[in-house]
């Protein structure tokens, strides 16, 4: 059975860092792109990042273009967001997904909170 | 890729039959999925490719559509099937989601 389990979330000041790890099992985790989508209060789904298999390709949106980061330890078959210089906005649920090679998710975490707030 | 979903909310009883239109502001081939989101529970893909079901999900869902207008219809509703319902484009990056149906109990 296919299980991601997202840790790392919490309430942190407005422009400082938190880094957000997902415990992958159940699938060969090296196989599979991996990526992170938000869903901020009563709003809806929004792509946060993607990985490569190999980790040597990363995709991000402009909106966290140069503050976000992901990366992954296949050894350890976990994936992780490190999140600097964060901002209000970027308070949400933050859901570790697998992808498809299509590019849809075909499963999902059930998310770690992250609230940006002083 | 803007994606737009209506209605935001629909209500209906057991036994019923339901649609949810997902509109794309450019053509996306059939680069389409449908997921449904239960509170306490992950999120589940319905459908991938506008119309394949993925493994496990119930024959009473159906995907349809290409280019920029795709439904979702589920037939003959079920009590586990009141959730909300979301549509993403795949297609090209970033990939991008509709702003989510509720489909409540009347």
């Known amino acids: 059975e296919v299980q991601l389990v997202e840790s790392g979330g919490g309430l942190v000041q407005p422009g400082r860092s938190l880094k957000l790890s997902c415990a992958a099992s159940g699938f060969t985790f090296s196989n599979y792109y991996m990526a992170w989508v938000r869903q901020a209060p009563k709003k809806g789904l929004e792509w946060v990042a993607t990985i490569s298999t190999s980790g040597s390709r990363t995709y991000y949106p402009d909106s966290v273009k140069g503050r976000f980061t992901i990366s992954r330890d296949n050894a350890k078959s976990s994936l992780y967001l490190q999140m600097n210089s964060l901002k209000s906005e970027d308070t949400a649920t933050y859901y570790c997904?697998?992808?498809?090679?299509?590019?849809?998710?075909?499963?999902w975490g059930q998310g770690v909170m992250v609230t940006v707030s002083s | 890729v803007q994606m737009t979903q209506s209605p935001s909310y629909l209500a209906a009883s057991p036994g019923e039959s339901v649609s949810i239109s997902c509109k794309a502001s450019k053509s996306i081939s059939n680069n389409l999925a449908w997921y449904q989101e239960k509170p306490g529970k992950a999120n589940k893909l319905l459908i991938h490719s506008g119309s394949t079901l993925q493994s496990g999900t119930p024959s009473r869902f159906s995907g349809s559509g290409s280019g920029t207008d795709f439904t979702l219809t589920i037939r003959s509703l079920e009590s586990e099937d009141f959730a909300v319902y979301y549509c993403?484009?795949?297609?090209?990056?970033?990939?991008?989601f509709g702003a989510g149906t509720k489909l409540e109990l009347k």
């Open positions: 997904a697998r992808q498809n090679l299509l590019r849809y998710f075909d499963y």
């Open positions: 993403q484009q795949y297609n090209e990056y970033p990939p991008t």
